[in-house]
């Protein structure tokens, strides 16, 4: 509880800066416009955690598929799979939520931008879980490899009673991590028309004639999720550090 009860203490501390500051160049709130778009903004929150959830699904087969393709024996296979891993590493989600969008989904005449933006990032964050996943994988000491196939372990076998189990656990601290990233990367999806929190915000503040009285509850709104999270892949992180 440590960490959480000094992560509380430092965002108190913050908020209170953060107070002083703006009561200094007499910054003048305005919260009326946040409260008669309450509504708007709490169905823009229950978006964004839809789309993150789904999204954190999605990306978890993706990242497994792709640790697998790029493990793989067949040349073509792994290839393709390291391709993907790079070019979905290599280039900022913003342009992939462009292209993705505008282009390859009018292409194939999906319109739905709530489905779309899922699908790309489900992609995106799943190239970086295929690298934390293999990284777990290859993790795993050649001797037990070969004292599963000493008592008789066929390829299958291994991997389901030896190697999986302990990836897994070995992979939660940084899958937990970068699903956090994920949350936190849902908020571009604004560019493509979706109206998740982040466009919610925008809109309020443009009908409110408001400059950051939208911004403020929109970073609350994160870190109800996101602190819980980060606290427990650094709980999971201590815990399994004891067991490498």
């Known amino acids: 509880m440590r960490p959480l009860m000094w992560t509380v203490i430092l965002i108190a501390g913050a908020a209170l800066a953060m107070y002083g500051t703006f009561a200094r160049v007499h910054y003048q709130w305005n919260w009326q416009g946040m409260w008669e778009y309450r509504e708007q903004i709490l169905y823009g929150w ?9 999204a954190m699904v999605l990306s978890i087969l993706v990242g497994f598929i792709l640790m697998a393709g790029r493990r793989s024996a067949i040349t073509p296979a792994r290839l393709l799979c390291s391709g993907f891993v790079e070019l979905l590493r290599g280039s900022p989600l913003l342009v992939q939520l462009l292209i993705g969008y505008y282009i390859i989904a009018t292409a194939l005449h999906i319109r739905d931008p709530l489905f779309v933006g899922m699908i790309l990032l489900g992609l995106f964050e799943g190239a970086y879980l295929a690298e934390i996943f ?13 004292a599963a196939r000493a008592v008789g372990f066929d390829k299958v076998q291994m991997y389901r009673y030896v190697i999986i189990p302990q990836a897994i656990r070995r992979a939660l601290p940084g899958t937990t991590g970068q699903l956090v990233s994920l ?4 908020s571009l999806l604004s560019v493509i028309g979706i109206e998740e929190l982040v466009q919610k915000v925008k809109i309020l503040n443009s009908s409110s ?26 709980r999971l992180e201590r815990r399994f550090a004891y067991e490498t």
């Open 46 to 54: 229950l978006t964004t955690m839809s789309i993150s959830l789904g």
């Open 183 to 186: 949350i936190k990367d849902s």
């Open 134 to 146: 293999r990284g777990a994988v290859e993790s795993i000491g050649a001797s037990q490899r070969e």
């Open 209 to 234: 004639y408001t400059a950051l009285e939208g911004y403020l509850p929109l970073a609350a709104a994160y870190l109800v999720v996101t602190l819980p999270l980060s606290w427990y892949a650094g």
